[in-house]
């Protein structure tokens, strides 16, 4: 390209102002003034139910401790109008599915015309003595919705429905998010991190480079943990426009599943750390669980059992569940000492929602052929015949088959995730249960000073194992445990890096 001698000049200069624009740092996100409302609705069935997250039908026998869903209301706005929008929601149940969140976005949607019903995320404890939400008579479900395989045989006299459970749960958590919202008040935030162990790897690996979820570690051939753990606790917390403490939200790798096997209603240790925390901060005090990425964990030991054991004796006899909700309540009370002198009531808030496409987790002719043998060899024994732990292995067995069929043609899943910055913290969302490697990644690569990552959030699209979960096999890192695979995991890491970094900017 031929340039004149007075181009070369005018075009020097442009590259110099271009060089100089390029090193200026980007103007600063609009600020907004802050407003915070929150509500608490009681999902506790009225009536004996069945408990999700085993592999067995359990028929809850009494109410151990109530159910809850917490909604948490931000928006901020400055001389312009509204910056954005959210209604952050906990639920006390192992999960949902997306349908499930769209029930309670239309039936908020006309009763606030001014919250945008898409701002509405929703996470799950993952508590396994709540009710199941999926009907075993459900009929025409995808390959895809593996929460609609993995589901009971619910007797039809003397037990609330799930259909009829899952009617109460919308609408109930719809009136929260109206409470939540219509209560705006101006309002601060702070937020601070703790560190508390609680969540432990529970995938035990063996010499012979395979591994076990909740493997002996008693065996000559026992190696290591798959992975690692993460005991920090990402905290933040609400504040009226006199300074008063409202309420908390609590991000912590773990699931809520210390009493999963038994046999009543349970929110399970959120309950106790709830109690230890109003105890501390008064009974009006909000508390807002996240469960961060933890499909490989559980608050379950592997080890050192019985010392855990002499160590809740000694302190009164606490139960595994009350020593969790007091190592809570300490990191709580550990981060507001730090928290209550940097209350922020304007700051920058930023609250997106993409649907990405994930690469499905493909089905092999191997893994094809041996479910096909499956629910072959289940039908012919009679599907009514069939105990409750038969009865789902045969319902996933054929699903993974009808996966291997529509695969080349249904190769990607869409996946609604959230990213939101508010201030110096980020909170990303994503419906698995996700391997803790995954929330790591996110959060060492994430430009924010805090990530909180919330997963089994907006849909259940069960575990999403990592490549060495994978060759490991076993429960939770086997195809019928997954619908995404590692290949999605990695896309789904770096979705998530670009919607953060993008709010940085």
């Known amino acids: 390209m031929f340039v004149s001698g007075t181009g070369v000049v005018v075009l020097a200069l442009g590259l110099v102002a271009c060089a100089a624009a390029a090193t200026e740092p980007a103007p600063p996100p609009r600020a907004g003034k802050l407003s915070i409302g929150w509500a608490v609705a009681d999902i506790t069935p009225p009536e004996p139910v069945a408990l999700c997250g085993q592999f067995n039908t359990r028929i809850s026998k009494r109410v151990n401790d109530p159910l809850s869903a917490t909604a948490l209301a931000i928006e901020a706005k400055d001389a312009n109008g509204v910056l954005d929008q959210a209604v952050i929601i906990s639920a006390d149940v192992v999960a949902f599915r997306r349908r499930d969140l769209e029930q309670i976005r239309a039936l908020v949607k006309p009763r606030v015309p001014d919250l945008d019903p898409a701002k509405i995320l929703m996470g799950a404890t993952h508590t396994h003595t709540a009710p199941v939400l999926v009907d075993a008579r459900e009929e025409g479900y995808h390959p895809h919705d593996i929460m609609c395989t993995f589901v009971y045989r619910v007797p039809e006299k003397g037990v609330m429905q799930p259909r009829d459970y899952v009617e109460l749960f919308c609408s109930r958590i719809a009136d929260a998010v109206v409470e939540a919202w219509k209560g705006r008040k101006p309002g601060g935030v702070s937020w601070s991190l703790a560190y508390a162990v609680v969540g432990h790897n529970r995938r035990a690996h063996y010499s012979n480079g395979r591994s076990a979820m909740y493997g ?96 809740r004796k000694r302190k009164g006899n606490l139960t595994p569940r009350q020593e969790i909700g007091k190592r809570i309540e300490r990191a709580v009370a550990d981060g507001l000492e730090l928290a209550k002198a940097d209350i922020r009531s304007e700051l920058p808030f930023i609250h997106k929602t993409q649907m990405i496409p994930l690469p499905v987790r493909k089905v092999t002719k191997q893994e094809y052929d041996a479910a096909k043998r499956a629910y072959e060899d289940f039908e012919a024994k009679g599907v009514d015949k069939l105990d409750g732990p038969s009865y789902i292995r045969w319902r996933l067995s054929k699903n993974i088959a009808a996966r291997f069929e529509i695969q080349e043609e249904q190769n990607v899943y869409q996946t609604e995730i959230h990213t939101l910055r508010l201030g110096d913290i980020a909170m990303a969302t994503n419906p698995f249960e996700l391997y803790i490697d995954y929330g790591l990644r996110m959060k060492a690569r994430s430009p924010a000073e805090q990530t909180f990552v919330v997963q089994v959030a907006c849909d259940s699209l069960a575990y999403l194992p990592t490549e060495r979960g994978v060759a490991g096999g076993h429960y939770s890192a086997e195809i019928m445990s997954n619908i995404i695979g590692p290949e999605g995991g990695r896309l789904l890491v770096e979705r998530t890096i670009e919607a953060l970094k993008a709010m940085w900017k």
């Open 216 to 311: 002996a570690t008693d065996r000559p051939d026992f190696d290591t943990f798959e992975s690692t753990h993460d005991p920090g606790v990402e905290l933040l917390f609400t504040w009226d426009a006199e300074g008063k403490l409202t309420g908390v939200v609590v991000n912590l790798a773990c699931t809520s599943q210390e009493v999963e096997g038994e046999g009543n209603v349970s929110a399970d240790f959120w309950h106790d750390a709830r109690l230890e925390l109003r105890k501390k901060h008064g009974e009006g005090l909000f508390v807002l669980p996240q469960c961060s990425a933890a499909g490989d964990m559980s608050p379950h030991l592997l080890f050192r059992k019985q010392a855990e054991a002499t160590l």
